[in-house]
């Protein structure tokens, strides 16, 4: 991490475009994975590293999950 991330970090308030922005983030990345890695011809015959590859996006969606239900309680509070 740069040190222009890390004040960005601590000095951002959250809030809830936040949440919204984390949601957005962690669907990219899960594209990301499927579209580049898991339908990648190495994975389809490499049984075991495509197994790793459906743990990380197995909590990437659990992390989707979490995040969005912190965004629903979060709107209805406003």
Same mark, same amino acid.
């Given at each position: *991490? #740069?040190?222009?991330? &890390?004040? !960005?970090?601590?000095? %951002?308030?959250? +809030?809830?475009? @936040?949440?919204?922005?984390? /949601?957005? %983030? ?5 594209? *990301?994975?499927?579209? /580049? /890695?898991?339908?990648?011809? !190495?994975?389809? =015959?490499?049984?075991? &590293? ?5 743990? &990380?996006? +197995?909590? /990437? &969606? %659990?992390?989707? =999950? *979490? ?5 629903? #309680? +979060?709107?209805?509070? @406003?």
């Amino acid at each position: *991490m #740069t040190e222009e991330q &890390a004040e !960005y970090k601590v000095d %951002r308030p959250l +809030d809830t475009y @936040s949440n919204h922005e984390a /949601l957005d %983030r962690v669907h990219c990345v899960m594209v *990301m994975i499927e579209e /580049l /890695l898991y339908n990648h011809p !190495y994975f389809e =015959q490499n049984k075991k &590293a495509k197994y790793c590859i459906e743990l &990380a996006t +197995d909590h /990437l &969606a %659990r992390a989707y =999950q *979490m995040i969005g239900v912190g965004h629903l #309680t +979060d709107d209805a509070k @406003s």
